[in-house]
Each structure stands twice: as structure tokens, then as C-alpha cells.
């Protein structure tokens, strides 16, 4: 796996966009076992469907980026679409909200215990 790289002026620009307003930081980067035990508490199904619906709800949630300047996505999240094919980092990204993949675990195998940006595609 590559190093990141990140240069100094992108760096300042995202931080700043991060912290602009009274927005937040969106951690939807629960690992699947943890998405899975908190839905079999409410009698969810712990399927990749039940988890995939309950995220497709909240990236599709009209004006989430006036509240909203960062989303923190699980590796399973970097894979998903909506119904209509778009994938779920596009529609963040397209809303103005930065993204984030949570580099814990990246296709099921610990990587790293860190944070950096998510890339569409």
C-alpha cells in the first residue's frame, strides 16, 4: 500500500473547510460487526442490504451539508451505490461534504489506525 501525501496548502484548505460554520464531522465508519450488533438490538437484519439501506438514507438526506462538512466512511461505504448507481463518496462529494475513509480496516484486514481522504472510483 502507497504512502499518502498530502501537500501543505491542500491540507490547510480542507481543515479550514472542515471547521467552517457550525457544522460537524459524519462517523459512518462503523466496522461491520459493531453496525451489525447495534441493528440486532433493534431487530434489524445484520445483512449487507440492511446496512446498506440505512446508509443509502443518510447520504441521500436532503441538505445534509448544511450541517455536515466531513463524513468518515468504512471501507464497505467506499464500495456502495444508491439504487440508481451512483456511488455513495460521488454524492457526498458532490454535496460539498469532504470525505474520509477510515484506514483501520481496508477490505477486511487491518491497515493502519489512521484517517485520510476517500477516493471515488
Do not use: W
Not at 461491520?32 to 440486532?40: E, G, L, V
Amino acid at each position: 500500500m502507497g504512502r499518502l501525501q498530502m501537500n501543505a496548502p491542500e491540507l490547510v484548505d480542507t481543515s479550514r473547510m472542515l471547521v467552517a460554520g457550525d457544522k460537524g464531522l459524519l462517523a459512518m465508519d462503523e466496522s461491520t460487526p459493531t453496525c451489525d450488533k447495534r441493528f440486532a438490538r433493534s431487530a434489524i437484519p445484520q445483512t449487507e442490504e440492511a446496512r446498506h439501506a440505512y446508509r443509502e438514507l443518510i447520504v441521500t438526506t436532503p441538505g445534509l451539508s448544511k450541517s455536515i462538512s466531513g463524513a468518515i466512511l468504512y471501507d464497505e461505504t467506499l464500495r456502495q451505490q444508491t439504487k440508481d448507481g451512483t456511488p455513495f463518496v460521488r454524492i457526498i462529494t458532490d454535496a460539498g461534504i469532504c470525505t474520509f475513509c477510515n484506514l483501520m480496516y481496508v477490505c477486511g484486514r487491518r491497515v493502519a489506525s489512521r484517517r485520510g481522504p476517500a477516493q471515488s472510483g
